[in-house]
């Protein structure tokens, strides 16, 4: 029996950060036969929080890719191999790359090879779930079997084994084994548990005519990570919704006042973000349980007040945290705001600048809403919104005035608060917006 030996370097998933056990392959930036130097781009990689590059730590030739576009893999798993520069064998005492000949004509039956030189997710995924590997076509790099081949065999077997008590079974049991194309399943609604894959719902796609026709999107791998969390959040959270009115108007004119000599001083707009959101700390500080975990047989409240600010990008939002905000003033925190929204945007945030996060606050009234439901960011306790401000006629002291009016919608972890301790706190944001005015100091 021949064996492959390796060749060259290896270059592993490396260890970004402390809470970080895998990534996956975003996009290949490199092919076989390219020529690397040293800190090169070689792929992106993709985590639970953040996109980042990953250079390569040597200099050389790319000998082989050994991890697909979208497969997802552990810290210290090897991705590709590079043949170093200069030097005639790689460092795990494989061959040169010109030395590769000798085992190419040894093995013509190379393609035979990769194709069952199984990545460690896929023969994980494939050992829990019992799918015979053998009996899957690869559709990766020369026949290679990717994470995504073994998510539809596992499918499939499932489509087969539902079916097989029906007078289809055996025949859709074929069809599944062969590989051939399954019978088509109604779309999945319910009964999944969190641990297991989502079946792949098979649906009809109407070509149709012209710009009327249906056509898929690939689902990214942070829009499957959106996914996850989210259908973990709303599986495993309780939520409550509850929302109060302010009337910011003395806020408006602040900010109004402000906003010109702020820009010139520092470089960055004053928002009324920064407003609310020390609006929020102060609250928080007066109610501490909003900034809190729930941990099964105990609560967690946690010491400091880390903000995780919500940014919508293009295609995905991201949460960096404005970590310790109860310690900064205001002047403080627009600046901070200012410089996460534009890492967020231009996707140069790092992975700490993504963690910590104990509350979350969403500006939604940018987009025009003037009320919206948020799923809470797991495992937080709350998500809190920012809906538009708007000038609307209110009645006070038996008058009616035009004052700038905003709603507030907060969505709560219902087993760690209830709507006592919710109302009160935002019966105190509420005083603490309304309380801004000439002599509010932002430093």
Request: proline share 5%; hydrophobic share 40%.
């Amino acid at each position: 029996m021949s064996k492959i030996k390796p060749q060259g370097t290896k270059v592993a998933i490396p260890h970004l950060a402390e809470s970080l056990v895998s990534a996956t392959i975003g996009k290949w930036l490199v092919k076989p036969g390219d020529i690397v130097q040293e800190y090169d781009t070689l792929c992106e990689l993709i985590t639970d929080k953040v996109n980042a590059d990953m250079p390569s730590p040597v200099a050389g030739t790319v000998l082989e890719l050994l991890a697909e576009e979208g497969e997802t893999l552990s810290v210290g798993e090897p991705i590709c191999l590079i043949a170093e520069a200069g030097g005639p064998e790689g460092r795990d005492g494989g061959d040169a790359p010109g030395a590769a000949t000798e085992e190419s004509e040894a093995a013509p039956a190379t393609e035979e090879h990769v194709r069952q030189r199984y990545s460690p997710a896929v023969r994980k995924l494939a050992a829990e779930h019992g799918v015979d590997l053998r009996r899957i076509a690869g559709t990766g790099l020369g026949g290679r079997i990717t994470r995504k081949d073994v998510l539809q065999a596992i499918a499939q077997k499932g489509a087969a084994q539902e079916a097989e008590a029906g007078p289809s079974g055996a025949a859709a049991f074929v069809a599944a084994e062969s590989g051939t194309k399954p019978e088509k399943l109604p779309v999945r609604t319910t009964g999944l548990h969190l641990s297991e894959s989502p079946r792949i719902p098979q649906i009809a796609v109407d070509e149709g005519d012209g710009d009327r026709r249906e056509y898929f999107i690939d689902v990214t791998p942070i829009r499957n990570t959106i996914a996850t969390r989210m259908r973990q959040s709303v599986a495993e959270i309780p939520h409550a919704w509850t929302v109060i009115e302010a009337d910011v108007t003395n806020l408006v004119m602040l900010r109004n006042k402000l906003k010109e000599d702020f820009k010139r001083k520092e470089g960055v707009n004053l928002t009324y973000l920064a407003f609310m959101i020390k609006a929020v700390v102060n609250a928080i500080k007066d109610y501490p349980i909003i900034n809190s975990v729930w941990a099964v047989d105990k609560i967690i409240v946690k010491r400091d007040i880390n903000i995780s600010l919500a940014v919508g990008t293009e295609d995905s939002v991201l949460t960096p945290v404005i970590k310790k905000a109860d310690q900064k003033n205001i002047a403080g925190l627009a600046r901070e705001i200012d410089e996460l929204s534009h890492k967020a945007r231009s996707g140069t945030l790092r992975l700490d600048e993504l963690q910590g996060g104990t509350i979350t606050v969403n500006n939604t009234g940018s987009f025009g809403s003037i009320l919206s439901y948020p799923i809470i960011n797991y495992p937080q306790a709350v998500n809190l919104t920012f809906e538009s401000i708007v000038k609307r006629p209110v009645v006070i002291q038996d008058m009616i005035a035009v004052r700038s009016m905003v709603y507030i919608c907060l969505s709560l972890d219902h087993r760690i608060l209830d709507g006592v301790i919710c109302g009160r706190f935002l019966q105190r944001l509420k005083e603490n917006l309304e309380s801004y005015g000439p002599d509010t100091k932002l430093y």
